[in-house]
């Protein structure tokens, strides 16, 4: 008996120490040194925040007095809130053509006075009008995407993977002839085509300009809403290459991550001609319990692709930001279950 | 005074009825091990690509995810033989205990510090919530637990 016992403990203790020490020298690239120095930095200013209760909300969109969120767990609501953070309305869309459609993959997005909600497996997008949010069908003839930026009633940006090429490309589609029209151009293929270009698109409409920023690679593109590439360019940071590693599964046609992905940015947002982005790399002279405790968000200029400077955005209850909207000069930030309203002062 | 009868044999049992109930005890411990054992095992290395490569995206054991995504079901393969063989069945039990506790810690390390955590442990398994992975752990930890201690037991007595 006492053996057993004597044993049990040896056993605990040594399992302990074992992932104690995998855990000691596991991977962490965010905390390495990377290379790289941020000079000018600033503290954002927080403002106010907001309560959320749920989580999985993200930005639907804003109009110059309001701000409208939506939840990936309850697609069809909407929420309005003044641009001081105060909750304004709930409402639902009223789907008018309801369907068997892939809802926990619709997104929402408020282009006032329209409103857009839709999803890229059926592929389905619906439109309508804020006053009303009588959703109908629109784009008949909408390719299968994976992310999609709405411009405007007639077209959209969309994210897809191309069959035949097996990689991701962004494309223009449109309610008209010829639909659909790809720039295989404008991303670049390194490792896969599919993980290694992954990223995020955001569009900054006074100055028409479409911008891809990679999650894996230090890269950025500037396009035109045709998506005709003006540049591309660098972040601060030194990885070139994505650092990732694939494997394919063998007769599923399905792709995975074999190794932990090193992710470079985030999130990003363009506003202002302006670009910021999260980073997720710490620089070689930020101070750690800093980098441990604030989102980094780093400013590039649209203009040409110049670093401008960097904020640093605090955490929430240790939680990292999940969602971010810039607009002139104001950054809202949304964490798991709250929002946040913060002062970017130059 | 019907209930206490019915307890009754249960506390001052012959030790030869105890016996046999902790015997019982074990072969149904070992099942329940065997039965876990050969199924993660054999889902593992049904979806062997996928099995290494989720196991590669564990920060703490992505450097070995080559070789552990063998060791870990043949591991479990060899312990299973031990508990079916009676002879072998201590040293299994023990076997199974370790291997429980490891899994349990790594598991409790990874939720507790790390901030993405895949799932590679195969079948059904792999669809719990993460607390419910810790509770049947757990649970299991304490089967084989109790499973030593009855083994030990009717072992040791049977040899008097």
Known sequence: MKRIGIFSMICILASVCLIGLLYAFRVKPYTAKNGFVRNRTSKAVLLKTYDLKYLSFYFAGSTDNRIYLCNYAAPSRIQTFDIDLNFIDDDTLKIMEPGPYKWDKARTCVDSPYIYMQEGVTPIVFEGRLEDLQMRKTFPKAPYFTGNWNLSPNSMIVKCILGGDRQYVVGKSTQDSPYIRYNKKALTKQIDGIFCCEGNISIDKENNAVVYTYFHRNEFIKMDTNLNIIFKRHTIDTNNIAKIKVAEIPGTHTFKFAAPPKYVNLLSCADNNKLYIISALMADNDVSDNFKKNMIVDVYSLADGNYKMTYFVPKYQRQPIRELRVKNNILYAIYDKSISKFQLNE | ?160
């Not at chain 2, 206490?4 to 105890?18: C, D, K, L, V």
């Not at chain 2, 015997?23 to 095992?41: M, N, Q, S």
């Not at chain 2, 199974?96 to 398994?125: H, K, N, Q, R």
């Open chain 2, 1 to 160: 005074m019907k209930i206490s009868n019915a307890i009754e044999p249960f506390m001052t049992s012959p030790s030869g009825y105890r016996k046999k109930m902790s015997k019982i005890i074990v072969e149904l411990i070992c099942v329940l091990f065997v039965f876990l054992f050969v199924y993660t095992a054999v889902s593992k290395f049904i979806d062997y690509q996928d099995f290494k490569a989720v196991i590669g995206q564990s920060p703490l054991v992505t450097n070995f995810a080559g070789s552990l995504s063998i060791a870990v079901p043949l591991l479990e393969i060899v312990i299973s033989l031990f508990l079916i063989v009676p002879r072998w069945r201590l040293i299994g039990l023990y076997a199974s205990f370790a291997l429980m506790v490891i899994f349990t810690t790594y598991i409790v390390i990874l939720v507790s510090f790390s901030e993405d955590i895949p799932c590679s442990c195969g079948g059904v398994i792999s669809r719990m919530s993460w607390q419910e992975h810790i509770v049947f752990n757990i649970f299991f930890v304490l089967l084989a637990f109790v499973g030593m201690i009855l083994q030990t037991k009717t072992t040791s007595k049977s040899s008097k």
